[in-house]
C-alpha cells in the first residue's frame, strides 16, 4: 500500500488560514484529493489547491506584513522541502543557520500574537 501520509508545514498553514465556505466536507474532499494527488510522504499546500484568490477579497497589508508572510512562507516550504533539515532549508534559502533561526523565531512570534 501506500506510505502514510503528512502535511507540510505549508499546508498547514494554508488549511489553518483558508475560511473553509464548504465547511467540513469541503475540508475533507480536498485532503483527499491531495492525498492521491501528492508525490512522496508530504501533502503540501499546492496539492491542496488552496489559493489565496479563492479566499474572498483580498485585505490590504502594510509592507511589513507582506514581507514577513513572504519570510514565514519560504522558510515553510524551505524546512518542507529539506524534510525539516535546517542546513539543507538555510542552504535552499541562500541564507546561514543562525539567520534561519531568526526567521523562525520571528515567524513563530508574529503567529502567536495573532
Same mark, same amino acid.
Request: hydrophobic content about 40%.
Given at each position: &500500500? ?5 502535511? $507540510? ?12 465556505? &464548504? ?10 484529493s491531495a492525498a ?8 503540501? /499546500?499546492?496539492?491542496?489547491?488552496? $489559493?489565496?484568490? =479563492?479566499? &474572498? /477579497? ?14 514565514? =512562507? ?7 522541502? /529539506? ?24 515567524? $513563530? ?6
Amino acid at each position: &500500500g501506500r506510505p502514510q501520509l503528512k502535511l $507540510s508545514p505549508d499546508a498547514i498553514l494554508a488549511i489553518e488560514s483558508y475560511a473553509w465556505p &464548504g465547511n467540513v466536507r469541503e475540508l475533507e474532499n480536498r485532503v483527499n484529493s491531495a492525498a492521491i494527488m501528492s508525490e512522496g510522504k508530504l501533502v503540501s /499546500a499546492a496539492d491542496l489547491s488552496l $489559493s489565496q484568490m =479563492e479566499q &474572498g /477579497a483580498p485585505q490590504l497589508l502594510t509592507l511589513r506584513e507582506v514581507r514577513q508572510r513572504a519570510e514565514t =512562507e519560504a522558510v515553510q516550504r524551505a524546512l518542507a522541502m /529539506a524534510g525539516g533539515n535546517i542546513s539543507k532549508a538555510a542552504e535552499l534559502l541562500g541564507i546561514t543557520r543562525p539567520t534561519l533561526y531568526d526567521l523562525m523565531q520571528r515567524a $513563530s512570534t508574529a503567529q502567536s500574537g495573532d
